[in-house]
T-cell receptor, first 113, second 115 residues
């Protein structure tokens, strides 16, 4: 595709609900990253994939957060039993590989009520 | 710990004037890249400029330039001839050569360009 696509753009979840956020990276991009951006803050790293392999998940805040990229393309970030502190914008970025430019999607704004 | 500090939460500048955004960082590594990203209200992060730590020459990209002081761990962004479209949040960030591109961001500076 022309750019990184994320869906949905907005998601409202009731506390305790499970949510799934999708990221469709630029075709052919090997690396994919998820970041969490709280209101008024800079993005914080969550996890990183190289193709289908999850190489770094050190930023996932709890075991309620789970990410996958089964075929090395589309990725899904799943949050189980959402809490109010999970409210944030979730950004996805993809790179051709190595230390090339990262291209970001427009993010999903998650609001937990 | 690897950190990025942007000490100016908000800045404003008149159209056509020059503004400088500050950034300092802390790392014990010697091989890394530094970036400035722009985030307009659409939320999409856009790369403004990039600097490789081993290069002494400051990066320039049209109206955007950096002042990179490696010993001081300082990486400021200068925007010349500011335009209304430059209004956005600006984030300073860095990544290490061997981490595949994982970015560490600062807290951001909200820049308003006034007509």
């Amino acid at each position: 595709g022309a750019g990184v696509s994320q869906s949905p753009r907005y998601k409202v979840a009731k506390r305790g609900q499970d949510v799934a956020l999708r990221c469709d990276p630029i075709s052919g991009h090997v690396s994919l990253f998820w970041y969490q951006q709280a209101l008024g803050q800079g993005p914080e790293f969550l996890t990183y994939f190289q193709n289908e392999a999850q190489l770094d998940k050190s930023g996932l805040p709890s075991d309620r957060f789970f990410a996958e990229r089964p075929e090395g393309s589309v990725s899904t970030l799943k949050i189980q039993r959402t809490q109010q502190e999970d409210s944030a914008v979730y950004l996805c970025a993809s790179q051709r590989g190595g230390n090339t430019e990262a291209f970001f999607g427009q993010g999903t704004r998650l609001t937990v009520v | 710990a690897q950190t990025v500090t942007q000490s100016q939460p908000e800045m404003s500048v008149q159209e056509a004037e020059t503004v400088t955004l500050s950034c300092t960082y802390d790392t014990s590594e010697s091989n890394y890249y530094l970036f400035w990203y722009k985030q307009p209200p659409s939320r999409q992060m856009i790369l403004v400029i990039r600097q490789e730590a081993y290069k002494q020459q400051n990066a320039t990209e049209n109206r955007f330039s950096v002042n990179f002081q490696k010993a001081a761990k300082s990486f400021s962004l200068k925007i010349s001839d500011s335009q209304l479209g430059d209004t956005a949040m600006y984030f300073c960030a860095f990544t290490f050569y061997n981490q595949g591109g994982k970015l560490i961001f600062g807290q951001g500076t909200e820049l308003s360009v006034k007509p």
